[in-house]
């Protein structure tokens, strides 16, 4: 079965500094993988994914990502945080059951911006 | 585009009765549709998928009489928690797959804000 781990709970960073958030997986077979951010109050929102092809991958928000298969990662990162990307953030990988891709979560990382 | 919502945001009840939860897809049609749980500080746990005009499959540990899961139309999905107890309490959470093609690749999940369940 495929699993999720994302190693860091909580991170705080200030304005304007680089982000990296971590994720590894666990998967048998080629990922589909995905970062969703979760606000208070709020869905989750899609960051980005990688399905195929180029392994760096570049989301909304300034947000990219890079698939790395020989470390079974799949890191976020962001060159500049603003305070309004505090949140949760949620690494997935998606199963293909062929009709619909089920989705595992990793456990999140608790964004902190400080001013 | 690719927007879901859901109804109620928040319900409070008594131990006992039920609970119906509402899962649209607004601007797309959605043939499979997933329910999520989320416990305070955790990630999110599938509960069971939904496919229009069949019968849901729930996840290992999740109990189907308990949660009744009705996908009427492909933009509604039901999630109703039967003689919710306490321990029903939780963040329950949907999402919509918006179909890039057939083969299940290149499929994304579109989610809904949640629904916050409080059982008394």
């Known amino acids: 079965a495929q699993s999720v781990t994302q190693p860091d709970i909580h991170i705080t960073v200030s304005e304007g500094a680089s982000l990296e958030l971590r994720c590894n997986y666990s998967y048998g077979a080629t990922p589909y993988l995905f970062w969703y951010v979760q606000s208070p109050g709020q869905g989750l929102q899609l960051l980005l994914k990688y399905f195929s092809g180029d392994t760096l991958v570049q989301g909304i928000k300034g947000f990219e990502a890079e698939f790395k298969r020989s470390q079974s990662s799949f890191n976020l990162r962001k060159p500049s945080v603003h305070w309004s990307d505090a949140a949760e953030y949620f690494c997935a990988v998606g199963l293909n059951t062929g009709t619909a891709s089920k989705l595992t979560f990793g456990t999140g990382t608790r964004l902190q911006v400080t001013l | 585009g690719a927007v879901v919502s859901q109804h109620p945001s928040r319900v409070i009840c008594k131990s006992g009765t039920s609970v119906k939860i509402e899962c649209r897809s607004l601007?797309?049609?959605?043939?499979?549709m997933f329910w999520y749980r989320q416990f305070p500080k955790q990630s999110l746990m599938l509960m069971a998928t939904?496919?229009?005009?069949?019968?849901?499959?729930?996840e290992q540990g999740v109990e189907k009489d308990k949660f009744l899961i009705n996908h009427a139309s492909l933009t509604l999905s039901t999630l109703t928690v039967t003689s919710a107890h306490p321990e029903d309490s939780s963040f329950y959470i949907c999402s919509a797959i918006l179909l890039l093609g057939t083969s299940g690749r290149g499929d994304t999940q579109y989610f809904g804000p949640g629904t916050r369940l409080t059982v008394l």
């Open positions: 601007d797309f049609q959605a043939t499979t």
């Open positions: 939904s496919n229009e005009g069949s019968k849901a499959t729930y």
